[in-house]
């Protein structure tokens, strides 16, 4: 087999895997790994605001918003609009929110995360530069993105 060839397979395992665990999660807490990564940053920062949580997870406000409507419909968040200014609405999880989200299974980014901090800093460095060259190569150097294993637009998965 050509390198070519062996890079595209892995880098084809890397995207299944992505797909598998996003589906793992969605089946057992039914839930998007978008979903989980707001009720994660909910739950270490009750009542954050939504800019806040956009910032921290590096998705647009509006983006947010939509994740949020769809977590509110399933009764796992809760917005609470400040008593002091009205203008500030913040984010709590509810009973049912924190309930799944201590069930629920971590995000493949998270797994990911476990393990790549137990490589030498040397070996992530090479990681980085390897994956950021792959990203040139394939003209995806531009293109916008989050930390968050997910396949498909963020959108779709809201």
């Given amino acids: 087999m050509q390198k070519d060839e062996e890079l595209l397979i ?3 395992r890397v ?36 800019r806040q949580l956009a910032e921290n997870i590096n998705l647009s406000p509006a983006t947010v ?5 769809r977590l509110e419909v399933k009764a796992l968040v809760q917005r609470v609009r400040s008593t002091e200014d009205k ?16 069930t629920a299974p971590l995000p493949l980014q998270e797994h990911f995360i476990n393990r790549f901090d137990q490589l030498e800093e040397w070996e992530q460095s090479q990681m980085v530069a390897t994956m950021q060259r792959i990203a040139r190569m394939m003209d995806a150097h531009d293109i916008d993105a989050s930390p968050m294993l997910e396949v498909g637009s963020i959108q ?3």
């Fill in 10 to 12: 892995a880098l084809r």
């Fill in 15 to 50: 995207i299944r895997a992505i797909d598998l665990r996003s589906r793992q999660l969605n089946k057992e807490a039914g839930l998007t790994g978008p979903q989980l990564l707001v009720m994660q940053n909910i739950g270490k920062t009750p009542g954050i605001m939504v």
């Fill in 65 to 69: 918003t939509s994740i949020l409507d």
């Fill in 87 to 102: 203008r500030r609405v913040g984010v709590f999880l509810s009973p049912a929110g924190e309930q799944m989200l201590a």
């Fill in 156 to 158: 779709d998965k809201v």
